[in-house]
């Protein structure tokens, strides 16, 4: 069974560009998580759907962060325009959103900002 | 505020030695505690799940304790190995139902032959 899928793994870019992470979750997960984690911490949620629904984006930053998942399957974050302090790994997770929610990461994209 | 401590920050052991990593954490309502393991570059592994009944988990070489009352953790590994150097992650669930986390910031442990 394929685990959670991202793309890319790597991305470089210069401030005020654009960038979009793509992420595929486990089969049958219908709750799907965008983490952010900085360099020796903890990740920080930025957003939590259920299906389609994003039903926690309480700590998205949405005057540049945006996020979809239109079919309830595959999701996409973006930023733009991005800055200098967006630098970091962006985890995405799944789980069937069910007791005790065990979430399943993928291994993230570390996202560079020159 | 809900949050979740961990110590030591680092830590360097041989090869074949046994260590003990620490979480104590201020969560309420408490679900449950997991400890994560997390290699470089790659994304979270779960270890253990504890819930607020259980003392004790094993996962192979690793054993997972948790005292509810005084709201603190361990993960134990035993024999290390070369490939136990990673980041061990603690999280504690809040409240019931609900898959809100709460992460520590981790335990760097570097195991050298």
């Known amino acids: 069974e394929a685990g959670v899928v991202q793309s890319p793994r790597y991305k470089i870019i210069e401030k005020k560009q654009p960038v979009a992470f793509w992420c595929n979750p486990i089969?049958?997960?219908?709750?799907l998580y965008w983490y952010l984690q900085n360099l020796g911490q903890g990740p920080e949620l930025l957003i939590r759907?259920?299906?389609?629904?994003?039903?926690?984006d309480s700590q998205l930053p949405k005057d540049r962060f945006s996020a979809e998942r239109l079919k309830g399957v595959d999701s996409t974050l973006k930023i733009q325009p991005a800055e200098l302090g967006d630098s970091a790994v962006y985890l995405c997770?799944?789980?069937?959103?069910?007791?005790?929610?065990?979430?399943?990461f993928g291994p993230g994209t570390r996202l560079t900002v020159l | 505020k809900n949050q979740v401590e961990q110590s030591p920050q680092s830590l360097i052991i041989l090869e074949g030695k046994n260590c003990t990593l620490q979480?104590?954490?201020?969560?309420?309502?408490?679900?449950?505690l997991r400890w994560y393991k997390q290699d470089t570059g790659r994304g979270p592994v779960s270890l253990t799940i504890?819930?607020?009944?259980?003392n004790t988990k094993s996962n192979g070489r690793y054993t997972a304790t948790l005292d509810a009352d005084t709201k603190q953790s361990s993960l134990h590994i035993t024999a290390s190995q070369l490939s136990d150097s990673a980041s061990y992650i603690c999280?504690?669930?809040?409240?019931?139902?609900?898959?809100?986390?709460?992460f520590g910031t981790g335990t760097r442990l570097q195991v050298f032959p």
């Open positions: 504890m819930t607020f009944s259980e």
């Open positions: 089969s049958g997960h219908n709750t």
């Open positions: 999280v504690v669930s809040a409240g019931y139902n609900t898959d809100k986390l709460i």
């Open positions: 979480c104590n954490y201020t969560v309420s309502p408490f679900s449950n």
């Open positions: 759907y259920e299906n389609e629904e994003a039903v926690d």
């Open positions: 997770a799944s789980s069937l959103g069910l007791l005790p929610h065990e979430q399943f």
